[in-house]
Protein backbone atom coordinates (compact mmCIF):
# COMPACT_ATOMS: atom_id res chain seq x y z
CA UNK A 1 0.00 0.00 0.00
CA UNK A 2 1.30 3.54 0.77
CA UNK A 3 1.43 6.44 -0.79
CA UNK A 4 5.02 8.23 -2.90
CA UNK A 5 5.56 11.32 -3.92
CA UNK A 6 8.81 12.82 -5.51
CA UNK A 7 9.56 16.22 -6.92
CA UNK A 8 12.03 18.52 -8.71
CA UNK A 9 11.71 21.52 -8.20
CA UNK A 10 14.59 24.52 -7.19
CA UNK A 11 12.13 26.74 -5.11
CA UNK A 12 9.27 24.32 -2.91
CA UNK A 13 9.88 20.59 -3.59
CA UNK A 14 9.97 20.37 0.39
CA UNK A 15 6.69 21.69 -0.33
CA UNK A 16 5.34 19.81 -3.13
CA UNK A 17 6.13 16.86 -1.21
CA UNK A 18 4.28 17.60 1.98
CA UNK A 19 0.91 19.09 0.37
CA UNK A 20 1.33 15.52 -2.02
CA UNK A 21 1.44 13.18 0.87
CA UNK A 22 -1.09 14.70 2.94
CA UNK A 23 -3.42 13.69 -0.02
CA UNK A 24 -1.92 10.41 0.19
CA UNK A 25 -2.88 9.61 3.57
CA UNK A 26 -5.69 7.40 2.22
CA UNK A 27 -3.39 4.98 1.34
CA UNK A 28 -1.94 4.85 4.88
CA UNK A 29 -0.89 6.46 7.97
CA UNK A 30 1.49 4.01 10.18
CA UNK A 31 4.59 6.83 9.54
CA UNK A 32 5.96 8.90 7.20
CA UNK A 33 9.39 10.02 5.58
CA UNK A 34 10.96 12.50 2.93
CA UNK A 35 14.58 12.64 1.76
CA UNK A 36 15.44 15.65 0.24
CA UNK A 37 19.09 16.74 -1.56
CA UNK A 38 20.47 20.01 -1.90
CA UNK A 39 24.51 20.43 -2.66
CA UNK A 40 25.78 18.86 0.13
CA UNK A 41 23.95 15.75 0.07
CA UNK A 42 20.90 13.77 1.07
CA UNK A 43 18.92 14.67 4.31
CA UNK A 44 16.64 11.96 5.41
CA UNK A 45 13.45 12.64 7.92
CA UNK A 46 10.89 9.98 9.60
CA UNK A 47 8.46 9.30 11.65
CA UNK A 48 5.52 7.08 12.81
CA UNK A 49 2.13 8.90 12.83
CA UNK A 50 1.24 11.32 10.20
CA UNK A 51 2.29 14.21 7.69
CA UNK A 52 1.93 16.41 10.52
CA UNK A 53 4.33 14.86 13.19
CA UNK A 54 6.72 14.41 9.77
CA UNK A 55 6.15 18.47 9.01
CA UNK A 56 6.87 19.38 12.68
CA UNK A 57 9.93 16.91 12.72
CA UNK A 58 11.52 18.08 9.50
CA UNK A 59 13.87 21.32 9.01
CA UNK A 60 12.75 23.62 6.18
CA UNK A 61 15.83 23.01 3.40
CA UNK A 62 15.39 25.93 1.23
CA UNK A 63 18.23 25.04 -1.66
CA UNK A 64 16.85 21.52 -2.02
CA UNK A 65 16.24 20.61 -5.56
CA UNK A 66 15.09 16.93 -5.88
CA UNK A 67 12.93 15.28 -3.02
CA UNK A 68 10.80 12.19 -2.55
CA UNK A 69 8.26 11.20 0.22
CA UNK A 70 6.30 8.48 1.12
CA UNK A 71 3.26 8.00 3.78
CA UNK A 72 3.08 4.12 4.83
CA UNK A 73 0.86 1.40 5.53
CA UNK A 74 2.67 -1.51 6.88
CA UNK A 75 2.96 -5.24 5.22
CA UNK A 76 6.44 -6.20 6.36
CA UNK A 77 8.05 -5.03 9.62
CA UNK A 78 6.88 -2.97 12.20
CA UNK A 79 5.30 0.28 12.34
CA UNK A 80 8.67 1.40 13.18
CA UNK A 81 10.89 5.24 12.54
CA UNK A 82 13.20 2.43 11.53
CA UNK A 83 10.85 1.51 9.01
CA UNK A 84 9.52 4.38 7.62
CA UNK A 85 10.42 5.33 4.08
CA UNK A 86 12.53 6.68 2.57
CA UNK A 87 15.28 3.69 2.85
CA UNK A 88 18.96 4.77 1.88
CA UNK A 89 21.24 1.80 0.51
CA UNK A 90 23.71 1.40 3.46
CA UNK A 91 26.83 3.01 1.07
CA UNK A 92 24.14 6.07 0.87
CA UNK A 93 24.20 6.10 -2.50
CA UNK A 94 20.48 5.69 -3.52
CA UNK A 95 17.24 6.61 -1.23
CA UNK A 96 13.97 5.22 -2.32
CA UNK A 97 10.03 5.03 -1.25
CA UNK A 98 8.23 1.91 -2.48
CA UNK A 99 4.29 0.71 -2.79
CA UNK A 100 3.53 -2.41 -2.93
CA UNK A 101 4.89 -5.68 -2.29
CA UNK A 102 8.31 -7.58 -2.83
CA UNK A 103 7.25 -11.01 -3.07
CA UNK A 104 10.74 -12.57 -3.74
CA UNK A 105 12.41 -10.27 -0.71
CA UNK A 106 13.31 -12.73 1.68
CA UNK A 107 15.39 -14.66 -1.32
CA UNK A 108 16.80 -11.76 -2.73
CA UNK A 109 17.92 -10.39 0.67
CA UNK A 110 19.62 -13.74 1.18
CA UNK A 111 21.91 -13.57 -1.55
CA UNK A 112 22.71 -9.90 -0.42
CA UNK A 113 23.55 -10.91 2.45
CA UNK A 114 25.60 -13.09 1.56
CA UNK A 115 27.49 -10.46 -0.71
CA UNK A 116 27.97 -8.83 2.46
CA UNK A 117 25.03 -6.31 2.27
CA UNK A 118 23.39 -5.75 6.35
CA UNK A 119 20.10 -4.41 6.22
CA UNK A 120 19.07 -1.71 8.69
CA UNK A 121 15.08 -2.08 8.81
CA UNK A 122 12.65 -4.72 8.87
CA UNK A 123 11.03 -4.01 5.31
CA UNK A 124 11.32 -5.81 1.87
CA UNK A 125 11.52 -2.81 0.24
CA UNK A 126 15.52 -2.24 1.12
CA UNK A 127 16.45 -4.78 -1.41
CA UNK A 128 15.37 -2.04 -3.72
CA UNK A 129 17.88 -0.14 -2.12
CA UNK A 130 20.54 -2.84 -1.85
CA UNK A 131 19.92 -3.74 -5.33
CA UNK A 132 20.45 -0.20 -6.90
CA UNK A 133 23.80 0.32 -5.33
CA UNK A 134 24.92 -3.27 -6.88
CA UNK A 135 26.08 -2.62 -9.68
CA UNK A 136 28.16 0.35 -11.48
CA UNK A 137 26.34 1.07 -14.32
CA UNK A 138 27.79 3.77 -16.43
CA UNK A 139 23.90 4.43 -17.15
CA UNK A 140 21.43 5.28 -13.88
CA UNK A 141 18.85 3.77 -16.31
CA UNK A 142 20.42 0.49 -17.04
CA UNK A 143 20.94 0.34 -13.32
CA UNK A 144 17.09 0.61 -12.99
CA UNK A 145 16.48 -1.46 -15.21
CA UNK A 146 18.84 -4.45 -14.10
CA UNK A 147 17.48 -4.07 -10.52
CA UNK A 148 13.71 -4.36 -11.21
CA UNK A 149 14.29 -7.35 -13.19
CA UNK A 150 15.46 -9.02 -10.20
CA UNK A 151 11.80 -7.88 -8.19
CA UNK A 152 8.46 -9.98 -8.22
CA UNK A 153 5.75 -8.77 -6.77
CA UNK A 154 4.30 -5.49 -7.12
CA UNK A 155 5.70 -2.33 -7.00
CA UNK A 156 5.66 1.56 -7.92
CA UNK A 157 9.16 3.24 -6.73
CA UNK A 158 11.64 6.52 -7.11
CA UNK A 159 14.67 6.08 -6.58
CA UNK A 160 17.31 9.46 -6.25
CA UNK A 161 20.80 9.20 -5.78
CA UNK A 162 22.97 10.84 -3.72
CA UNK A 163 24.64 13.06 -6.36
CA UNK A 164 23.92 16.82 -8.10
CA UNK A 165 21.63 15.37 -10.54
CA UNK A 166 17.96 17.11 -11.06
CA UNK A 167 16.78 13.50 -11.83
CA UNK A 168 14.38 10.97 -10.21
CA UNK A 169 13.89 7.57 -11.35
CA UNK A 170 10.82 5.27 -11.15
CA UNK A 171 9.88 1.92 -12.32
CA UNK A 172 6.34 0.91 -12.03
CA UNK A 173 4.65 -2.99 -12.03
CA UNK A 174 0.75 -3.21 -10.54
CA UNK A 175 1.06 -0.22 -8.27
CA UNK A 176 -0.13 3.17 -9.38
CA UNK A 177 2.16 5.38 -10.59
CA UNK A 178 1.88 9.08 -12.47
CA UNK A 179 3.97 11.67 -13.28
CA UNK A 180 3.32 15.67 -14.03
CA UNK A 181 6.08 17.50 -15.71
CA UNK A 182 5.47 21.44 -16.42
CA UNK A 183 7.03 24.84 -16.15
CA UNK A 184 10.45 23.50 -14.40
CA UNK A 185 8.20 21.42 -11.80
CA UNK A 186 8.48 17.85 -12.15
CA UNK A 187 6.20 15.42 -9.81
CA UNK A 188 5.91 11.55 -9.84
CA UNK A 189 3.04 10.46 -7.49
CA UNK A 190 1.02 7.30 -6.91
CA UNK A 191 -2.08 9.49 -7.29
CA UNK A 192 -2.63 12.53 -10.29
CA UNK A 193 -4.57 13.98 -7.25
CA UNK A 194 -0.94 15.20 -6.29
CA UNK A 195 -0.87 17.22 -9.60
CA UNK A 196 -1.69 20.73 -10.26
CA UNK A 197 -4.16 20.52 -13.03
CA UNK A 198 -2.95 20.09 -16.44
CA UNK A 199 -1.40 17.18 -18.63
CA UNK A 200 0.36 13.90 -16.86
CA UNK A 201 1.64 10.76 -17.71
CA UNK A 202 0.28 7.45 -16.58
CA UNK A 203 3.17 4.79 -16.08
CA UNK A 204 2.01 1.32 -17.77
CA UNK A 205 3.47 -2.13 -15.65
CA UNK A 206 6.99 -2.50 -16.63
CA UNK A 207 8.22 0.79 -17.95
CA UNK A 208 10.43 2.91 -16.32
CA UNK A 209 11.75 6.69 -16.63
CA UNK A 210 13.85 9.19 -15.83
CA UNK A 211 12.22 12.06 -14.55
CA UNK A 212 14.09 15.72 -14.41
CA UNK A 213 13.08 19.12 -13.91
CA UNK A 214 11.78 20.15 -17.55
CA UNK A 215 11.73 16.72 -19.19
CA UNK A 216 11.02 12.67 -18.87
CA UNK A 217 12.18 10.03 -20.66
CA UNK A 218 10.71 6.69 -20.65
CA UNK A 219 11.99 3.33 -21.17
CA UNK A 220 10.59 -0.16 -21.87
CA UNK A 221 12.21 -3.00 -19.91
CA UNK A 222 14.60 -3.57 -22.91
CA UNK A 223 16.05 0.19 -22.40
CA UNK A 224 14.77 1.34 -25.44
CA UNK A 225 13.16 4.99 -25.00
CA UNK A 226 10.01 5.00 -25.71
CA UNK A 227 6.94 7.83 -26.46
CA UNK A 228 4.31 8.11 -24.11
CA UNK A 229 1.26 10.30 -24.52
CA UNK A 230 -0.08 12.65 -21.85
CA UNK A 231 -3.46 12.32 -20.76
CA UNK A 232 -5.38 15.07 -19.13
CA UNK A 233 -5.61 15.69 -15.69
CA UNK A 234 -9.14 15.48 -14.37
CA UNK A 235 -8.40 14.57 -10.94
CA UNK A 236 -7.64 17.46 -9.08
CA UNK A 237 -8.63 17.11 -5.65
CA UNK A 238 -10.84 19.66 -4.55
CA UNK A 239 -9.74 21.36 -1.66
CA UNK A 240 -12.00 19.43 0.94
CA UNK A 241 -12.74 20.47 4.57
CA UNK A 242 -14.78 19.63 7.38
CA UNK A 243 -17.28 21.92 7.01
CA UNK A 244 -17.98 23.02 10.77
CA UNK A 245 -18.34 19.39 11.57
CA UNK A 246 -15.77 17.75 13.98
CA UNK A 247 -14.95 14.78 11.63
CA UNK A 248 -14.95 13.94 8.11
CA UNK A 249 -16.96 10.89 9.06
CA UNK A 250 -19.69 12.82 10.80
CA UNK A 251 -19.85 15.79 7.72
CA UNK A 252 -19.69 12.78 4.97
CA UNK A 253 -22.80 10.96 7.18
CA UNK A 254 -24.78 13.89 6.56
CA UNK A 255 -24.01 14.20 3.13
CA UNK A 256 -25.57 11.49 2.23
CA UNK A 257 -29.04 12.80 0.60
CA UNK A 258 -26.69 15.07 -1.35
CA UNK A 259 -24.66 12.46 -2.86
CA UNK A 260 -28.03 10.56 -3.67
CA UNK A 261 -29.02 13.28 -5.25
CA UNK A 262 -26.08 13.70 -7.07
CA UNK A 263 -26.36 9.78 -8.05
CA UNK A 264 -29.59 10.87 -9.38
CA UNK A 265 -28.47 13.87 -11.54
CA UNK A 266 -25.32 11.57 -13.18
CA UNK A 267 -27.55 8.84 -13.75
CA UNK A 268 -31.15 9.99 -14.99
CA UNK A 269 -29.78 10.49 -18.47
CA UNK A 270 -27.06 7.87 -18.57
CA UNK A 271 -27.31 5.80 -21.83
CA UNK A 272 -27.90 2.41 -20.82
CA UNK A 273 -28.48 0.95 -24.52
CA UNK A 274 -25.24 -1.29 -24.82
CA UNK A 275 -25.73 -3.19 -21.08
CA UNK A 276 -29.18 -3.78 -22.89
CA UNK A 277 -27.79 -5.03 -25.47
CA UNK A 278 -25.95 -7.76 -23.60
CA UNK A 279 -27.01 -11.51 -23.39
CA UNK A 280 -27.07 -11.69 -19.46
CA UNK A 281 -26.99 -15.59 -18.06
CA UNK A 282 -25.72 -14.32 -14.43
CA UNK A 283 -24.43 -12.06 -12.49
CA UNK A 284 -21.46 -11.60 -10.18
CA UNK A 285 -20.61 -8.79 -7.87
CA UNK A 286 -17.35 -8.23 -6.32
CA UNK A 287 -15.67 -6.07 -3.95
CA UNK A 288 -14.24 -5.96 -0.52
CA UNK A 289 -15.51 -4.78 3.06
CA UNK A 290 -18.48 -2.04 2.91
CA UNK A 291 -18.51 -2.71 -0.66
CA UNK A 292 -18.58 -6.40 -0.97
CA UNK A 293 -21.93 -5.70 1.76
CA UNK A 294 -23.04 -3.20 -1.25
CA UNK A 295 -22.66 -6.48 -3.32
CA UNK A 296 -24.90 -8.42 -1.14
CA UNK A 297 -27.54 -5.82 -1.22
CA UNK A 298 -26.86 -5.55 -4.95
CA UNK A 299 -27.13 -8.96 -5.76
CA UNK A 300 -30.70 -9.39 -3.98
CA UNK A 301 -32.20 -6.45 -6.33
CA UNK A 302 -30.90 -7.90 -9.43
CA UNK A 303 -32.59 -11.21 -8.00
CA UNK A 304 -35.68 -9.86 -7.20
CA UNK A 305 -35.40 -7.46 -10.07
CA UNK A 306 -34.34 -9.31 -13.23
CA UNK A 307 -35.30 -12.86 -11.77
CA UNK A 308 -31.44 -13.62 -12.63
CA UNK A 309 -28.96 -15.96 -10.85
CA UNK A 310 -26.93 -13.59 -8.85
CA UNK A 311 -24.50 -13.83 -6.44
CA UNK A 312 -21.94 -11.23 -4.48
CA UNK A 313 -18.34 -12.26 -3.70
CA UNK A 314 -15.49 -11.17 -1.74
CA UNK A 315 -13.35 -10.09 -4.47
CA UNK A 316 -10.28 -11.99 -2.21
CA UNK A 317 -11.60 -14.86 -2.73
CA UNK A 318 -13.19 -14.37 -6.16
CA UNK A 319 -9.70 -14.19 -7.23
CA UNK A 320 -8.57 -17.75 -6.11
CA UNK A 321 -11.81 -19.65 -5.73
CA UNK A 322 -13.64 -22.10 -8.24
CA UNK A 323 -15.50 -19.62 -10.41
CA UNK A 324 -17.38 -20.66 -13.13
CA UNK A 325 -17.45 -18.12 -15.58
CA UNK A 326 -18.31 -17.33 -19.20
CA UNK A 327 -19.48 -14.95 -21.83
CA UNK A 328 -22.69 -14.28 -20.45
CA UNK A 329 -21.76 -13.19 -16.79
CA UNK A 330 -22.25 -10.32 -15.95
CA UNK A 331 -19.39 -9.36 -13.42
CA UNK A 332 -19.94 -5.86 -11.60
CA UNK A 333 -16.96 -4.63 -9.25
CA UNK A 334 -17.87 -2.41 -6.86
CA UNK A 335 -15.14 -0.07 -4.99
CA UNK A 336 -15.28 3.54 -3.79
CA UNK A 337 -11.73 3.60 -4.86
CA UNK A 338 -11.24 2.26 -7.58
CA UNK A 339 -8.02 1.15 -6.21
CA UNK A 340 -8.36 -1.90 -4.49
CA UNK A 341 -5.95 -4.25 -5.30
CA UNK A 342 -8.08 -7.74 -4.52
CA UNK A 343 -10.52 -5.95 -6.62
CA UNK A 344 -8.61 -5.21 -9.79
CA UNK A 345 -7.25 -8.88 -9.54
CA UNK A 346 -10.45 -10.20 -9.34
CA UNK A 347 -11.66 -7.88 -12.62
CA UNK A 348 -8.39 -8.92 -14.29
CA UNK A 349 -9.55 -12.74 -14.07
CA UNK A 350 -13.15 -11.96 -15.04
CA UNK A 351 -11.73 -10.38 -18.41
CA UNK A 352 -10.37 -13.40 -19.13
CA UNK A 353 -14.42 -15.05 -19.77
CA UNK A 354 -16.32 -12.19 -20.35
CA UNK A 355 -16.40 -8.62 -21.44
CA UNK A 356 -19.66 -7.67 -19.52
CA UNK A 357 -17.60 -5.98 -17.27
CA UNK A 358 -19.18 -2.82 -15.12
CA UNK A 359 -17.72 -0.91 -12.72
CA UNK A 360 -19.41 1.30 -9.85
CA UNK A 361 -16.73 3.61 -8.51
CA UNK A 362 -16.20 7.22 -6.90
CA UNK A 363 -13.09 7.70 -8.99
CA UNK A 364 -13.08 8.45 -12.50
CA UNK A 365 -9.15 7.97 -13.15
CA UNK A 366 -9.08 5.17 -10.71
CA UNK A 367 -7.13 2.02 -12.00
CA UNK A 368 -10.60 -0.42 -12.16
CA UNK A 369 -12.16 2.36 -14.13
CA UNK A 370 -9.89 1.87 -16.56
CA UNK A 371 -10.04 -1.86 -16.64
CA UNK A 372 -14.13 -2.09 -17.11
CA UNK A 373 -15.77 -2.04 -20.07
CA UNK A 374 -18.46 0.19 -18.44
CA UNK A 375 -17.76 2.57 -15.41
CA UNK A 376 -20.95 3.78 -13.28
CA UNK A 377 -20.26 6.99 -11.32
CA UNK A 378 -21.56 6.18 -8.11
CA UNK A 379 -21.40 10.01 -7.24
CA UNK A 380 -20.65 10.36 -3.92
CA UNK A 381 -18.11 13.05 -3.60
CA UNK A 382 -14.85 12.59 -2.06
CA UNK A 383 -15.07 10.38 0.91
CA UNK A 384 -11.72 11.61 3.65
CA UNK A 385 -12.60 9.34 6.48
CA UNK A 386 -11.22 5.82 6.04
CA UNK A 387 -14.45 3.97 7.18
CA UNK A 388 -16.94 4.10 3.94
CA UNK A 389 -20.40 5.81 4.93
CA UNK A 390 -22.33 8.23 2.14
CA UNK A 391 -19.93 5.85 -0.56
CA UNK A 392 -22.07 2.69 0.97
CA UNK A 393 -25.27 4.45 0.74
CA UNK A 394 -24.62 5.49 -3.08
CA UNK A 395 -23.21 1.93 -4.26
CA UNK A 396 -26.21 0.05 -3.02
CA UNK A 397 -28.85 3.33 -4.72
CA UNK A 398 -26.33 2.44 -8.18
CA UNK A 399 -26.83 -1.04 -8.32
CA UNK A 400 -30.38 -0.34 -6.95
CA UNK A 401 -30.87 1.79 -10.60
CA UNK A 402 -28.67 -0.69 -12.20
CA UNK A 403 -31.52 -3.96 -11.48
CA UNK A 404 -33.69 -1.50 -13.10
CA UNK A 405 -31.77 0.14 -16.05
CA UNK A 406 -33.22 -3.59 -18.24
CA UNK A 407 -36.26 -1.61 -18.80
CA UNK A 408 -37.21 2.14 -19.21
CA UNK A 409 -40.37 2.16 -17.28
CA UNK A 410 -38.98 0.37 -14.13
CA UNK A 411 -36.16 2.88 -14.52
CA UNK A 412 -38.17 5.83 -14.80
CA UNK A 413 -39.59 4.39 -11.27
CA UNK A 414 -36.92 3.50 -9.24
CA UNK A 415 -35.00 6.85 -10.26
CA UNK A 416 -38.08 8.33 -8.57
CA UNK A 417 -37.54 6.07 -5.55
CA UNK A 418 -33.99 7.36 -5.34
CA UNK A 419 -35.22 10.97 -5.42
CA UNK A 420 -37.75 10.42 -2.84
CA UNK A 421 -35.41 8.64 -0.42
CA UNK A 422 -32.63 11.51 -0.75
CA UNK A 423 -35.66 14.06 0.11
CA UNK A 424 -36.76 11.77 3.23
CA UNK A 425 -33.08 11.46 4.37
CA UNK A 426 -32.73 15.36 4.28
CA UNK A 427 -35.16 15.27 7.41
CA UNK A 428 -34.11 12.01 9.27
CA UNK A 429 -31.20 12.63 11.33
CA UNK A 430 -31.46 10.92 14.70
CA UNK A 431 -29.13 11.75 17.96
CA UNK A 432 -27.94 8.39 18.95
CA UNK A 433 -25.69 9.61 21.81
CA UNK A 434 -27.61 7.77 24.38
CA UNK A 435 -27.70 4.39 22.86
CA UNK A 436 -24.14 5.02 22.18
CA UNK A 437 -23.31 5.64 25.99
CA UNK A 438 -24.85 2.14 26.49
CA UNK A 439 -22.66 0.31 24.34
CA UNK A 440 -19.85 2.06 23.77
CA UNK A 441 -18.36 -0.02 27.06
CA UNK A 442 -18.95 -3.05 25.91
CA UNK A 443 -16.52 -5.66 24.69
CA UNK A 444 -18.37 -7.52 22.37
CA UNK A 445 -21.54 -6.50 20.67
CA UNK A 446 -23.91 -8.60 17.83
CA UNK A 447 -26.16 -7.33 15.08
CA UNK A 448 -29.20 -9.60 13.60
CA UNK A 449 -31.41 -9.72 11.01
CA UNK A 450 -32.87 -11.04 8.31
CA UNK A 451 -32.85 -10.72 4.39
CA UNK A 452 -31.91 -7.41 3.76
CA UNK A 453 -31.71 -6.25 7.20
CA UNK A 454 -28.58 -9.18 7.48
CA UNK A 455 -26.85 -7.13 5.33
CA UNK A 456 -27.66 -3.65 6.70
CA UNK A 457 -26.41 -5.64 10.33
CA UNK A 458 -22.96 -6.78 8.29
CA UNK A 459 -22.41 -3.63 7.31
CA UNK A 460 -23.28 -2.19 11.14
CA UNK A 461 -20.92 -3.97 12.93
CA UNK A 462 -18.09 -3.54 10.06
CA UNK A 463 -18.39 0.06 10.98
CA UNK A 464 -18.58 -0.31 14.34
CA UNK A 465 -15.83 -2.60 15.05
CA UNK A 466 -13.28 -0.46 12.76
CA UNK A 467 -13.88 2.61 14.72
CA UNK A 468 -14.85 1.62 17.80
CA UNK A 469 -12.44 -1.61 18.16
CA UNK A 470 -15.01 -3.17 20.02
CA UNK A 471 -15.07 -6.91 19.02
CA UNK A 472 -18.72 -6.72 16.66
CA UNK A 473 -20.27 -9.79 14.88
CA UNK A 474 -23.36 -10.02 12.46
CA UNK A 475 -25.72 -12.97 12.07
CA UNK A 476 -28.45 -13.87 10.06
CA UNK A 477 -30.80 -13.87 12.70
CA UNK A 478 -32.02 -17.63 12.19
CA UNK A 479 -28.36 -18.60 12.45
CA UNK A 480 -28.44 -17.56 16.28
CA UNK A 481 -29.33 -21.25 17.76
CA UNK A 482 -27.12 -23.04 15.07
CA UNK A 483 -24.32 -21.84 17.50
CA UNK A 484 -23.87 -18.50 18.36
CA UNK A 485 -26.36 -18.52 21.48
CA UNK A 486 -23.59 -20.08 23.10
CA UNK A 487 -22.20 -16.27 23.25
CA UNK A 488 -24.86 -14.74 24.68
CA UNK A 489 -24.21 -14.10 28.44
CA UNK A 490 -26.04 -11.85 31.01
CA UNK A 491 -26.36 -8.12 29.28
CA UNK A 492 -24.78 -8.94 26.04
CA UNK A 493 -26.09 -6.26 23.41
CA UNK A 494 -27.64 -7.97 20.33
CA UNK A 495 -28.82 -5.31 18.23
CA UNK A 496 -32.08 -6.36 15.89
CA UNK A 497 -32.50 -4.98 12.83
CA UNK A 498 -36.02 -5.33 11.83
CA UNK A 499 -37.55 -3.62 8.31
CA UNK A 500 -39.74 -6.52 6.96
CA UNK A 501 -43.21 -6.96 7.63
CA UNK A 502 -43.33 -10.50 6.21
CA UNK A 503 -40.77 -11.93 8.32
CA UNK A 504 -41.02 -9.55 11.31
CA UNK A 505 -42.27 -12.75 13.79
CA UNK A 506 -39.42 -15.00 13.09
CA UNK A 507 -36.51 -12.54 13.56
CA UNK A 508 -38.48 -11.47 16.36
CA UNK A 509 -37.85 -14.99 17.34
CA UNK A 510 -34.89 -15.07 17.15
CA UNK A 511 -33.66 -11.95 19.04
CA UNK A 512 -36.63 -13.25 22.28
CA UNK A 513 -34.00 -16.54 21.93
CA UNK A 514 -31.11 -13.99 22.67
CA UNK A 515 -33.24 -12.57 25.48
CA UNK A 516 -34.07 -15.53 27.25
CA UNK A 517 -30.86 -16.25 27.43
CA UNK A 518 -29.44 -12.74 28.95
CA UNK A 519 -29.22 -10.51 26.18
CA UNK A 520 -29.72 -6.92 26.23
CA UNK A 521 -31.90 -6.27 22.75
CA UNK A 522 -31.99 -3.27 20.80
CA UNK A 523 -33.98 -2.31 17.91
CA UNK A 524 -34.03 -0.45 14.89
CA UNK A 525 -37.32 -0.91 12.70
CA UNK A 526 -39.86 0.77 10.35
CA UNK A 527 -42.79 -1.44 11.24
CA UNK A 528 -45.15 -0.15 13.66
CA UNK A 529 -44.69 -0.99 17.59
CA UNK A 530 -47.30 -3.32 17.97
CA UNK A 531 -45.93 -5.88 15.74
CA UNK A 532 -42.44 -5.75 16.99
CA UNK A 533 -42.91 -5.75 21.11
CA UNK A 534 -41.25 -3.07 21.78
CA UNK A 535 -41.25 -3.40 25.18
CA UNK A 536 -38.94 -6.11 25.15
CA UNK A 537 -36.23 -3.82 24.15
CA UNK A 538 -34.07 -1.24 25.84
CA UNK A 539 -34.55 1.03 23.41
CA UNK A 540 -36.15 0.75 20.05
CA UNK A 541 -35.65 3.35 17.02
CA UNK A 542 -38.13 4.01 14.74
CA UNK A 543 -37.63 4.55 11.10
CA UNK A 544 -39.67 6.60 8.96
CA UNK A 545 -41.40 3.88 6.28
CA UNK A 546 -39.89 4.83 2.79
CA UNK A 547 -39.85 1.91 -0.03
CA UNK A 548 -39.17 -1.73 1.41
CA UNK A 549 -36.47 -2.17 -1.47
CA UNK A 550 -34.39 1.11 -0.56
CA UNK A 551 -35.19 1.03 3.66
CA UNK A 552 -31.77 -0.76 3.28
CA UNK A 553 -29.97 3.04 2.80
CA UNK A 554 -31.93 4.29 5.90
CA UNK A 555 -31.63 1.82 8.40
CA UNK A 556 -27.48 2.27 7.39
CA UNK A 557 -27.41 5.85 8.78
CA UNK A 558 -28.07 5.40 12.32
CA UNK A 559 -26.05 2.37 12.62
CA UNK A 560 -22.98 4.82 11.10
CA UNK A 561 -24.00 7.20 13.56
CA UNK A 562 -23.63 5.16 16.11
CA UNK A 563 -20.65 3.66 15.31
CA UNK A 564 -19.40 7.07 15.17
CA UNK A 565 -20.50 8.39 18.32
CA UNK A 566 -19.37 5.46 20.18
CA UNK A 567 -15.55 5.85 18.61
CA UNK A 568 -15.82 9.63 19.95
CA UNK A 569 -16.82 8.61 22.80
CA UNK A 570 -13.94 5.98 23.30
CA UNK A 571 -11.22 9.08 22.29
CA UNK A 572 -10.79 7.07 19.26
CA UNK A 573 -10.51 9.62 15.56
CA UNK A 574 -13.23 7.85 13.59
CA UNK A 575 -11.75 9.48 10.49
CA UNK A 576 -7.94 7.15 10.88
CA UNK A 577 -8.85 4.24 12.41
CA UNK A 578 -5.88 2.15 13.67
CA UNK A 579 -4.21 -0.23 11.13
CA UNK A 580 -6.49 0.81 8.37
CA UNK A 581 -6.51 2.76 5.50
CA UNK A 582 -8.93 4.17 2.84
CA UNK A 583 -7.61 2.40 -0.27
CA UNK A 584 -5.81 -1.35 0.49
CA UNK A 585 -3.75 -1.30 -2.87
CA UNK A 586 -1.51 -4.62 -1.85
CA UNK A 587 -3.53 -8.17 -1.41
C1 LIG B 1 -15.03 0.01 5.58
C2 LIG B 1 -14.23 0.31 4.44
C3 LIG B 1 -13.55 -0.80 3.74
C4 LIG B 1 -13.65 -0.61 2.23
C5 LIG B 1 -12.85 -1.69 1.49
C6 LIG B 1 -13.01 -1.57 -0.01
O1 LIG B 1 -15.65 1.15 6.11
O2 LIG B 1 -14.11 1.44 4.06
O3 LIG B 1 -14.06 -2.03 4.13
O4 LIG B 1 -15.00 -0.68 1.88
O5 LIG B 1 -11.51 -1.59 1.82
O6 LIG B 1 -12.60 -0.31 -0.45
P1 LIG B 1 -13.02 0.21 -1.90
O7 LIG B 1 -14.48 0.44 -1.86
O8 LIG B 1 -12.23 1.47 -2.09
O9 LIG B 1 -12.64 -0.87 -2.86
Known amino acids: MCGIVGVIDSKDCQKIVFEGLKKLQYRGYDSAGICLKNDKGLHTYKTKGTIDSLIKKSPEIKDAYV ?28 AIVHNGIIENFEELKDNLVKEGHVFKTETDSEVIASLLSLKNFKNDV ?38 YCKDNTSIVASDPICFPEGEYYKMEDLEFAQVSQSEVIFYNIKGEKIIKQPITNMAVMQDVSKNGYEH ?8 TPEALQNLYTNLKDYDFSKIKKWWINKVKLIGCGTA ?3 CLMGARFFKKF ?27 FVSQSGETADTIAAAEKAKKFTKKIISLTNVAHSTLASISSITLPISAGPEIAVASTKAYCCQVAALYLLANAFTEKRFDKALKKIKRLSNILERFYVNLGKFAFDIAGENSIFFIGRGADYVTALEGALKLKE ?4 NCNAFAAGELKHGVLTLIEKETPVIVIATDKKIIEKTMNSAFEA ?5 KLYLITALPPHLVNIEKFEMCL ?46
Not at 143 to 150: D, G, Y
Not at 309 to 328: G, H, K, N, P, V
Not at 467 to 470: D, F, L, Q, T
Open 292 to 294: FHS
Open 306 to 332: LKIDAEAITASEFRYDYEILDSTTLCI
Open 467 to 470: ISYI
Open 142 to 179: ENLIWATKKLKGSYAFCAMKNDKERSIFIAKNKSPLYI
Open 67 to 94: AIGHTRWATHGEVSEKNAHPITSLNGEW
Open 248 to 255: FMLKEIYE
Open 515 to 519: KARGA
Open 542 to 587: SLPNVDKDLICVLTTIPLQLLAYNVAVMKGNNPDMPRNLAKAVTVE
